[in-house]
């Protein structure tokens, strides 16, 4: 390689999940391979875009509110020895695209700085962005303000920063281009002469890349000096914050919300209501679910686990792939995998719009303290919340608790782009930790699918058990003809992948290690896992929809999967009634916060929306004179 309103917004970072790349050549660059680089960069973000191109003897940065593509188009950044670029997926604000400029130095960034604002305190620098990527500007110009050398700049951005920093960091006026990163998502390699990078191995062995590595500690290379400003030009299209802030004040919506006691029935073993879809009672008062189960939480020895995943593992490289959602159960599970089963795992998040930034933020905190790179696969956003908002608009003018599951269907593309980061990088072993007592019943019994309580985990389905529950969907579908939008090939191909797909080299974590809520919560706290500000629960916390449907569930049925998970933890003897009663009495509580940004982000207006939900007949009588508003 050549040397060298009411309520008030918390102040967050505009967090990032992006894809990087870059072409430094002695030569005009190959057009066909940029263009290869930047195709595979895009799948890591959709949102905006941004370039910085060698222009004579004048570095000019390109950013852009759309695509990459359609910069690539406007820019046509061909005719130059060096070009560098930034796809973004954006997770909160309009503006700030990147490449960063601070002062002299141009960065691209690919992860979250969690700790930015503690950082900035430190600085004696100016703040002028509310991106965390321009705190990395701020630190490497500092460092050169006192008189320190550029190889050192790896070491003190990384020092500092805690998070995910994959990063790139143009200084022209030095003739220097340092990259690192602390959890490896940053590759770079050589082909004729030329020094390529990208986020990803994969993009560079396609472009016929040699000499390939993953970049860790720093690699400082030689670019043309210029001694010239920057020129920017920046491009507006975006009209719409593609996710507004947690709300840290009351407002009058909160309260909206309704959260009333009720006299149902419960099983007196577990917490069950009579509500329940297929519920039968004893003699003695004990539900079916109970008499029924069968035990999830007794782990096989771990001596099988090792010799199953023995013929995987390698000498170099990652040998598996986990996913992660920054969920508890993911993030414990990769801890697991790492630190128990001493794999080298490959990160896999799919993002399709309702990942909220405490989730990603939780993927960039144990993915940098464990050192595991992440592959992030971003949707159009955009595009994937308007499939949402369509359905959620069909499913409020028809109310239906059977089809609740809907909102949801995006996100079944998940096990599609899995099968596309096994193709890029060859691996076929997949380590999984979900959570063995997450199994509901409820959401397909809704729809008149009797509960298959042989069923051993989540996402296992029997090809029969799907055709009768798709078919009862399409029946309810039909109730309200705006079901039938643009977004019903993306429900039914997502399906697809999900329940019907073959999936084989799959393995699950807590098939061999006991799944305990409180040494997990105690191990997360290790990795400063960060917890949502509106519920008391680790559960579910990630998952912008979760908080929705929730509510949904309690105000008709007077029940949510927090019931249903708990009375499985009863019936595993992790629980007593009476603390699991106590649990649940918590976290169904509204989550004013997250159903506020789960509406804001569809375009939805809360009191219109709220409304209606309160409307729908209950399945209950609720008392009255104990019914009580958030």
Not at 1 to 28: E, H, K, N, Y
Not at 49 to 66: K, P
Not at 455 to 474: D, I, P, T, W
Not at 479 to 503: H, I, M
């Amino acid at each position: 390689m050549p040397q060298g309103t009411t309520w008030a917004l918390q102040r967050r970072s505009v967090l990032l999940m992006c894809g990087i790349f870059g072409i430094i050549s002695d030569s005009i660059i190959d057009s066909r391979d940029l263009d290869s680089l930047v195709k595979h960069a895009e799948q890591r973000g959709r949102d905006s875009s941004g370039l910085l191109v060698l222009a004579d003897d004048r570095y000019d940065v390109h950013r852009a509110d759309y695509r990459l593509p359609r910069l690539m188009r406007e820019v046509k950044p061909y005719a130059t020895r060096v070009v560098m670029g930034h796809s973004r997926l954006i997770t909160n604000g309009l503006t700030d695209n990147q490449p960063v400029i601070y002062e002299d130095v141009c960065v691209l960034h690919n992860g979250i700085i969690v700790n930015h604002e503690e950082i900035w305190k430190q600085l004696e620098k100016p703040r002028n962005l509310v991106i965390d990527t321009e705190v990395i500007g701020a630190i490497v110009a500092d460092h050169l303000d006192r008189g320190n050398d550029v190889e050192g700049i790896a070491a003190r951005v990384m020092e500092l920063c805690r998070g995910v920093a994959a990063c790139v960091i143009a200084l022209p006026r030095l003739g220097k281009l340092c990259l690192f990163s602390n959890n490896g998502s940053l590759y770079a390699g050589t082909k004729n002469g030329a020094t390529y990078f990208s986020s990803e191995r994969f993009p560079l062995e396609s472009v016929d890349c040699v000499d390939i590595v993953q970049v860790r500690d720093g690699l400082v290379l030689d670019i043309p000096a210029s001694a010239e400003a920057y020129e920017v030009t920046d491009r507006p299209g975006r009209s719409n914050n593609l996710i507004p802030g947690l709300l840290t004040a009351s407002s009058t919506e909160e309260r909206l919300l309704e959260y009333p006691s009720h006299n149902l029935r419960r099983c007196t073993k577990c917490l069950l209501t009579e509500t329940m879809p297929f519920i039968e009672f004893d003699a003695d008062g004990v539900c079916n679910y109970c008499l029924n189960y069968k035990p999830r939480n007794h782990p096989k020895p771990i001596e099988e686990l090792l010799e199953l995943v023995k013929p995987y593992r390698r000498n170099d490289g990652p040998d598996c792939i986990v996913p992660l959602s920054g969920g508890r159960d993911s993030c414990y599970g990769l801890h697991l995998i790492v630190n128990e089963l001493g794999m080298k795992p490959l990160t896999f998040t799919y993002d399709w719009g309702m990942v909220t930034d405490l989730g990603r933020r939780n993927v960039s905190r144990i993915s940098s303290e464990l050192g595991v790179e992440n592959i992030i696969i971003a949707d159009d956003i955009t595009k994937k919340r308007d499939y949402i908002a369509m359905n959620l608009r069909a499913w409020l003018k028809s109310p239906h608790l059977g089809m609740v599951s809907i909102l949801t269907a995006g996100d079944k593309h998940f096990f599609r782009h899995l099968q596309t980061i096994q193709a890029q990088t060859g691996i076929s072993l997949n380590l999984w930790g979900i959570n063995p007592l997450e199994v509901t019943h409820f959401k397909a019994g809704f729809l008149g699918v009797p509960p298959d309580f042989a069923e051993q985990r989540v996402y296992s389905h029997g090809a029969m058990k799907q055709l009768r529950y798709q078919s009862l969907r399409f029946r309810a579908m039909l109730q309200s003809p705006g079901y039938f939008n643009r977004s019903l090939w993306d429900t039914v191909s997502g399906e697809y992948y999900r329940s019907f797909a073959k999936k084989t080299d799959y393995f699950h974590v807590f098939d061999y290690w006991r799944w305990s809520e409180q040494e997990i919560d105690g191990i997360l706290t290790d990795y400063d896992w960060e917890r949502a500000p509106d519920t008391t629960t680790t559960w579910r916390i990630g998952d912008g929809t979760a908080a929705f449907y929730n509510y949904v569930y309690y105000a008709v049925a007077g029940f949510t999967e927090h019931d249903t998970f708990r009375s499985n933890q009863i019936r595993e003897g992790d629980l007593t009634r009476d603390e699991a009663m106590a649990l649940v009495l918590e976290e169904n509580a509204p989550r004013y916060q997250n159903i506020k940004w789960y509406l804001d982000v569809l375009g939805f207006d809360f009191k219109a929306v709220i409304d209606t939900v309160n409307r729908i007949p209950k399945l209950y009588t609720a008392d009255i004179d104990s019914a009580a508003k958030m």
